[in-house]
Structure formats: C-alpha cells, structure tokens
C-alpha cells in the first residue's frame, strides 16, 4: 500500500481493488470538507445550540445552481441523527424538506411527510398547521431546513408572505431554528417584511477563484480519488484548468474529477493529466443543456 502514498491511508486500500470496483466508489457521494462548508456548519451549530426564545435566529444559506448547498445541508443532517432519549421520547433534531412552490398548506404538508403522518390533502391549513406543530414537539425538532427556498418566488406576493408567516409562527410557537437554502435570489423571499428578514443572517457560498485554498481543494479531491498514479492537480496549469471548465462551482469540479478518474482508470493511465482535462473540457453541467462526446 506505500506505493499509494499519493492518497490519503483510508483511501490506499481502495486503489488496490478491481478496476470496476474503484469506478463504483469515485461515482458514491463522498462529503469533501473545505473551510467554507466547514464555517458554514460551525454557524449551523450555533443555531442548533442557540437557547430556546420567543425571537429564535435562523439563516439563509445562498449560492449559484450546484455549488455545495444542498451538499451542506445533508453534512449538517447526517451529524444530527435521530435517537432515543428515553424509553418514551424519540428525537428527531433536524428535519429538511424542500419547497417547490410558495403555498402554506405544502410547507406543512412537506412537513408531515417527512415523519410519515398521515393526513388528507383536502384538510383545511389550521389542521395541517396544529398536526404539523405537534409532530415536533413531539420528536423534539429543533431544526427545520428548507432546500430550494427559492422556488417560493415562484408564488404570488401574497402566497410568499402567507408562507413566511407560517414559518415565523412556527419559530415562535415550537422555538425552533429555520436554516434555508437556495439560489441568491432566495434573498427577496425574507425581504418581503422586515420582520423576517431581522430574524436571518445570510450566507452567501461565492464560486472558487485561483489561489492556494483553491489548489488545496483539488489536493483534497485527489487524495480520495483512488487512482494508482499522482495526479499533481494543484499544480497550476492543470488548476487553471479546472477552474476554467468548471466555472468555479464545486459540484461541477467534483464530476469533471469524477469524470476524468473514471477515465484515467478504462484507459489505464492511472492518473489525470491534461490530456484527460481537456478531454472533458465541454462539462460544465450548471450550463444546461449539453452534448456528450462518445
């Protein structure tokens, strides 16, 4: 395994195995930690840990299409798993739904679906809204994330405030925390009354720019890439390129690298060089539509 000194030690195993069988392991969904998520789960945190009040903080996670929310927010999920607190109380600490549209009786509907509670969709909002309350409190919920929260706007100005006001009566009424997600304009959501929008802080991911933290991120993706040759991706020729194709967006970074790991691996050349690179220089998913060359 010394000869895999180019991997981080839990990965050198895994380089070792079958062709098809490392290909399997570089396409699973793998958590890669950089000081930007890492910040971004420390304020996390401190809502989860923040005391009970009448007034609970929340915040609003923002970025461009595919740059490592959602990422983050499953990280952040995967942390707080569900336990026993006692033989008769079960908790649930973080619960994360997703929003496609700006309608108060889906928020709790979402809601509801996640702890499997029956309910008709004919049930009037104040029926929804008291079993939607009770189920947590009753698994102890403290956190409520809301992924895509910028498809609220996809609503009218009144179905958006109508939302919002469901949502700060549920911070207030349970005296949980909301941690939303979205694209930048999730902004103009809490901007529709001052009253949410004090309650917020806002986060915004920016895409990667050339630079050390950036060349640090591709040595990071490279040591859990489990190829058997050095690919050298910090170096900087092969960085600009990166950073070139993927537009600086991390999750267009991590398939382009998972892309050209495949490769490196079916073709036998066990590292990811320029050649490699300029091969898959047409994916940048976060443009649309695109054409696959075969």
């Not at 079958?18 to 789960?41: G, M, S």
């Not at 640090?216 to 170096?235: A, I, N, T, V």
């Amino acid at each position: 395994m010394s000869t895999f000194a180019h991997l981080s030690e839990k990965y050198r195993p895994i380089a070792a195995l079958p062709d098809e069988q490392r290909i399997h392991f570089i396409k699973a969904p793998r958590w890669i930690a950089y000081p930007t998520a890492k910040n971004v789960l420390r304020e996390m945190e401190d809502l989860y840990n923040y005391p009970q009040q009448t007034r609970m903080r929340s915040l609003l996670v923002t970025g461009n299409p595919n740059n490592g929310k959602s990422s983050i927010l499953e990280r952040f999920l995967e942390q707080h798993p569900p336990s026993n607190l006692n033989e008769d109380e079960y908790q649930i600490p973080v619960v994360k739904i997703e929003t496609s549209q700006a309608n108060p009786k889906q928020l709790y509907t979402e809601i509801l679906q996640q702890f499997h509670s029956p309910f008709r969709p004919s049930q009037p909002l104040i029926e929804l809204q008291q079993q939607a309350v009770d189920v947590l409190r009753e698994c102890n919920v403290r956190i409520l994330m809301i992924d895509e929260f910028h498809s609220l706007l996809t609503g009218t100005p009144k179905l958006q405030r109508q939302v919002m006001n469901e949502i700060k009566y549920l911070t207030n009424k349970i005296k949980i925390s909301v941690i939303a997600a979205g694209t930048k304009e999730a902004v103009q959501v809490i901007q529709t009354d001052s009253q949410h929008s004090s309650r917020f802080s806002v986060i915004s991911l920016p895409n990667w720019k050339m630079g050390k933290e950036f060349q640090q991120l591709l040595l990071s993706f490279e040591r859990g890439l489990p190829l058997r040759k050095e690919s050298k991706l910090s170096e900087l020729e092969k960085a600009k390129l990166i950073l070139s194709i993927s537009q600086g967006i991390i999750g267009n970074i991590h398939e382009l690298l998972k892309l050209c790991a495949t490769d490196a691996i079916r073709t036998g050349r066990e590292q990811i060089d320029m050649s490699v690179l300029s091969k898959y220089r047409w994916h940048t998913p976060t443009q649309g539509m695109r054409n696959i060359n075969v």
